[in-house]
C-alpha cells in the first residue's frame, strides 16, 4: 500500500525538555544579566540527571488485557517500561516540564502501543471500548495544552497510542496534487518524502521538527509561512479516522455542499472521537526560489496596519511575522541572537515560488512597506530563517537557569486586535506583579487573514518557589483577559485540558452538547481522549 | 440595532417558474426546430392560468396553535391564504415546477410566518417543538434539491418561516472588512447595502437574484466568481442560529484552534439543526474594474488542463468557467443567443479588481491561454456576463415548449474528473433514451480549487407522457454514476431530500449518526425540516 517510507527512524526528543539535548543554547553573558537583575531570577533549576529519579504510577491493566491488546498489534508493540512511559506521559508545554523536571510522571499511561495500520488501530479501540481503558492518540507528543494527560480515572487503566509506525505516504496524486500521508508521520519525514518528488506541504510551525501530520490535523495547526501556504486545515481534503464505532472516510472532492464539511468537525477534535490515520493534503511544487527580509517599523500599532494592507489588498508574502517592541528589543525573532534587537517593531517577510514570483512580490510588498516608513534589514530576516525552530530549546535554556519561560497565542477580528493586545499584556504583567515575580511579556501577530490576524505571547520571568502555581494564575488572567476581550481561547494551540474552561466559554453549552453528542455517538464508552476538548459530565 | 435595510420590498417570483415572467425569453426559431426535430418535443406544456387550479392540501393547524405563533410574530405575520403557502410549498427545481404547473400543491405548509427577529424565531422554535409542528426555514425559495419541502407527515402540521422580515445590515465592520447580514437579505439588496458602503461580497451564484444570505450559508452556495472571491461558505467568519434548544454563536476569530470549526458545521446544514439569523461575512472592495473574455479552446479536454493549470499555479482570475463541446455549439453560457455557439471548448474568464490588477492579471492568464492554443473571443465573455442570471428564464421557456430541461452538478478532484464526466453524460444519455426521449447533454466547468474542481451538466429532452418519472430515472442513473465515479453527490445546490440516498452512501452510515446526535441534541423534538439533509430513523 505504502509507495515511501522514512528510511531512518525518528530520534526521541529529550524527556525533560523540547528536542536534542544538544541543541539547548548557552545563554550569553547580557541575557543571564538580564534574567538576574531584570527579573530577579536566583538560582537556576538543574536538569534532571536520571529516568530513575521519576516517579511514575502502578501500572492498572493486568496482564489479560495487555495480551489482548498485544494479539491486535503484536506483542512486542506494546511497552510498559518506564521509559516508554514516561515519554508518553505529558506533552511539551512549561508546566508539563516543570512536572517531568521535578521528576513527577504521574499522567504516565499504563502502556504504550504501536499499532502498524487503520485496522490495527480499530482493532485496539474495539478492545479499549469493550474493557474499559481510556486512549491517547499520540503523534509528535508536542502538545503545549494538555492534550495527552486525560483524565483516566474513571477507567480501568489508560493507553498511549502511539502511531510511529503509521509513517507512510500511501498516495501522491501528481495530476491533483493530493499526497495521502500516515498520521504518525513526522514534518521533517513527509517534507522529505515529498521533496524527493519535487513537492512541499508548505507547513512549517514551530513544533516543525517533531510534530506529525496526524497531530497537525487533530490540533488545527497553523505554519510559520501560513500567510502563503494557509493553515493546515485549509491543506485538509480528506481524512480517514478510527472511531471506537468505526471507520469515518471523508473526502471525495476538495470543496462540496453535500452537507456540513465533517472533515472541518474531525480537524480540531484533538483525539476526542477517534484516531485520525490517515490525511489527504495537497501538496504544492518546491520553490524555486526563497528570500526572508526584516523590516523594521516605527511602532507595533504602524506595522498592524501594514500588515492589514497586506492581508486585504495583497501582494501576500508566503511569511509574515511582526514583533512588538519589547520582542523586537529582545530578538526573540532570533533567539540565538537573544538580547541584541533594536527600535521599533521588527517584520520577518518571507517569499517562496518561483523565482519571478518572488521578485516581483517582494517588490510589490517593498513598495507597501516603504510608503509606511518601513526600513530593510535582510540580515533580521536571514537570522530569522536560521533560527525558526530554536524558540522551544531557548525555553529548555531559561527553564535550566531557574527562569520562567511560556507562551500563549490568541486570535480575533482586526477591529479588536489592539484592545486584546492591551489586555491580555496587562493581564500578564499584573498576574506575575501580583506574585511577586514582575515579567516580560513579548507579543508577535504571525498569522494574518483578511478579517483578522493572531496574536503569540512569549512571558519571561523569575520561577517562583512553585512555579507551576505561579504560571496557572498568570494563565488564568491571561486567558480571562482573552475571553473579556472576545478573542479566541486559541488560534493554532489547541485546547487540551488546559483551555478548556475558556473553550467551554467561547463556544457555549448548546455547543458543547453537540459535541459531547458526536463523541457519545462515535465514542460510546467515552474512551478516547476523556477530558481533553469535551468536559466530561 | 440595523445599521441599514433595503428601501424597497422584494418582488415576489412567479408561482409556476423562476423569477420575473416578463424575463421568459421567446425561443428562437432555430432552437424551437431543435426542439421538434433534435429532440422529438411535441405540443407545449401551457403555462398554468390561475392559482385556483392549484390544488392545496387542507390545512391541519388548528386555529389555538396558529394564535399562540401569532402572540409571538404577530398575528399579520401568519399567513394561511392559498397564495401563501402555494408559494411556500416548494423551491424551483424542474420536479418542483412540473407539480405546480401541473396543479399540485401537495407539499404546502399549513402557515406561513414572517418573523422579525433572531428573538421571535426562538420563540417560534418553542411553540412549534411543544406542540410537534415541522418547521422549514424558507429564504429565497429557490432551493433545487427538495429542500423545502420536508416529511411533515408525522407532525401536527407544517409551517414555513419565511425570513424576508429579517432583512438588515446589522454591523459593518470595516476595519476587519466584516459585514453582518441578517439571514432573510436577498443577494441583490446585500450587494446594494454593501456597495453605497464600497464594499462587495463578491457572491454571484445563478440564484442571485431571488436567493437569500442565510439561504447561501444553510446550503453552502457557491458562485460564479468564487474562483477569485472564493465560496460562500469561505466567507462567513461567524453565524448566529436559533435552534429548538437554544442560540449558538458561532465565531471569535477568522480562524481558530479552539476545537472543530463550527460554523462548518452549521454551513452546510440546510435548516435541520435551526434557523440560521444573522451572518458575519468577509466584504471586500469594490472592483475598480472588470473584464470578461471568452476564449476558445481546442476541447473540453485541453480546457481542463489549462484551468488546472490556472487553479494550481496561478495566476487566478475571478471567474473560471469551461463549457464542453455540446455546451459551446448550443451557447449555453449566453441563453440569449442560444443556438449560435461555434466549435471547440468556450471558457469564460473574468476579472475584477483594481484596473491595474485586472490589466496585468488578464495578460499573465492570456500568456497561458495563448500557450494552449487558445483564440480569444471577447464578445462572448460580454454575452455571458450581461446572460449571466438568464439560465433559469430559458427553463421557463422550454417547459412552456414542451421540453424537460434540469440541471445536475457534482465536483471531485482533478485525476478522476475525466472519468466522472463520462459517466454522468453516458448515464443520462442511456437512462432518458431508454425511455424514449434521447437527450441533449451539455456540460461546464466552474468552480475550480487547487485539487479539482466541479461539473455542471444540463440536460434537455422532450417531455415523455410522465415528466417526473422520466426525470427521476435520469436523475437516479447520473447519481449512481456520479457515486460510483467517487464525485460528491453535490458540488453547491445541496442535499434536500432529493440527494439524501447519495449523501448516506458518500458520508456512511457513521457520519449520519453523528448529524443525527447532533440534530436530537439541538432539535430534540426532530421539528427542523424533517428529513431534508438527515434521514429520519
Known amino acids: 500500500m505504502a509507495i515511501a517510507r522514512p528510511a531512518e527512524p525518528y530520534p526521541d526528543p529529550s524527556w525533560w525538555g523540547w528536542g536534542d539535548p544538544g541543541q539547548v543554547p548557552v545563554l550569553p553573558e547580557a541575557v543571564r544579566k538580564l534574567l538576574t537583575e531584570g527579573l530577579g531570577v536566583r538560582a537556576g533549576g538543574a536538569r534532571p540527571q536520571s529516568l ?129 500521508l500516515e498520521a504518525g508521520l513526522r514534518a521533517p519525514q513527509a517534507e522529505a518524502l515529498l521533496s524527493q518528488r519535487g513537492y512541499t506541504l508548505g507547513h512549517f510551525p514551530q513544533s516543525f521538527e517533531y510534530a506529525t501530520i496526524g497531530g497537525f490535523a487533530a490540533a488545527r495547526s ?10 493546515f486545515d485549509e491543506m485538509v481534503v480528506s481524512l480517514q479516522v478510527a472511531t471506537p464505532a468505526g471507520t469515518l472516510a471523508l473526502g471525495r472532492a476538495p470543496k462540496s455542499a453535500a452537507g456540513p464539511d465533517l472533515r472541518q468537525l474531525v480537524l480540531g477534535s484533538e483525539g476526542a472521537f477517534g484516531v485520525i490515520t490517515s490525511v489527504g493534503v495537497t501538496v504544492r511544487p518546491l520553490p524555486e526560489a526563497r528570500r526572508y527580509e526584516g523590516w523594521r517599523l516605527e511602532s507595533f500599532a504602524a506595522g498592524i496596519d501594514v500588515l492589514r494592507a497586506l492581508a486585504q489588498d495583497g501582494p501576500r508574502p508566503t511569511v509574515l511575522r511582526l514583533s512588538d517592541e519589547v520582542e523586537t528589543a529582545l530578538n526573540l525573532a532570533a533567539p540565538g541572537e537573544l538580547g541584541s534587537g533594536g527600535e521599533g517593531a521588527l517584520a520577518i517577510i518571507g517569499y517562496e515560488g518561483t523565482a519571478a514570483e518572488v521578485k516581483e512580490r517582494s517588490a510589490a510588498v517593498a513598495r507597501v512597506l516603504e510608503a509606511a516608513g518601513a526600513q530593510l534589514d535582510l540580515d533580521a530576516g536571514e537570522a530569522w530563517a536560521r533560527e525558526r525552530y530554536r524558540g522551544p530549546y531557548l525555553r529548555d535554556a531559561l527553564l535550566d537557569a531557574g527562569a520562567l519561560a511560556e507562551t500563549l497565542e490568541t486570535a480575533t477580528f482586526w477591529s479588536r486586535l489592539p484592545a486584546l493586545y492591551e489586555a491580555v499584556g496587562s493581564a500578564l504583567r499584573d498576574a506575575l506583579t501580583a ?19 493572531s496574536l503569540y505571547f512569549t512571558v519571561g520571568a523569575a520561577q517562583a518557589d512553585d512555579p507551576l502555581a505561579q504560571w496557572e494564575a498568570g494563565k488564568a488572567a491571561a486567558s480571562d483577559a482573552i475571553a473579556a476581550s472576545g478573542g479566541s481561547i486559541t488560534h493554532h494551540h489547541g485546547v487540551g485540558v488546559d483551555h478548556r474552561p475558556w473553550y467551554v466559554r467561547e463556544v457555549g453549552p448548546l455547543a458543547v452538547g453537540a459535541l459531547r453528542a458526536v463523541k457519545a455517538e462515535l465514542d460510546p464508552a467515552g474512551i478516547m481522549n476523556p477530558g481533553v476538548l469535551i468536559p466530561r459530565e
Open 52 to 180: 530513575d529519579d521519576v516517579a511514575l504510577p502502578d501500572i492498572r491493566l493486568g496482564p489479560a488485557v495487555l495480551d489482548e491488546l498485544g494479539a491486535v498489534v503484536g506483542p512486542a508493540q506494546v511497552s510498559t517500561d518506564p521509559e516508554s512511559r514516561i515519554r508518553h506521559s505529558a506533552g511539551k508545554s512549561t508546566p508539563d516540564l516543570l512536572r517531568l523536571r521535578a521528576g513527577d510522571a504521574g499522567t504516565a499511561p499504563d502502556a504504550v502501543l504501536t499499532p502498524a495500520s487503520h485496522d490495527e488501530v480499530l482493532g485496539v479501540l474495539g478492545i479499549c471500548s469493550d474493557r474499559r481503558v481510556a486512549v491517547v492518540p499520540f503523534g509528535g507528543g508536542t502538545s503545549v495544552v494538555g492534550g495527552l494527560a486525560p483524565e483516566g480515572r474513571a477507567f480501568t487503566g489508560v493507553i498511549a497510542l502511539d502511531l510511529r509506525r503509521m509513517n507512510a505516504m500511501l498516495e501522491l496524486d501528481e495530476v491533483s496534487r493530493v499526497a495521502v
Open 222 to 231: 497553523s505554519g510559520q509561512a501560513s500567510a502563503g501556504y494557509g493553515r
Open 435 to 453: 506574585r511577586g515575580t514582575p515579567p516580560v511579556v513579548l507579543c508577535h501577530v504571525s498569522h494574518v487573514y483578511s478579517a483578522g490576524a
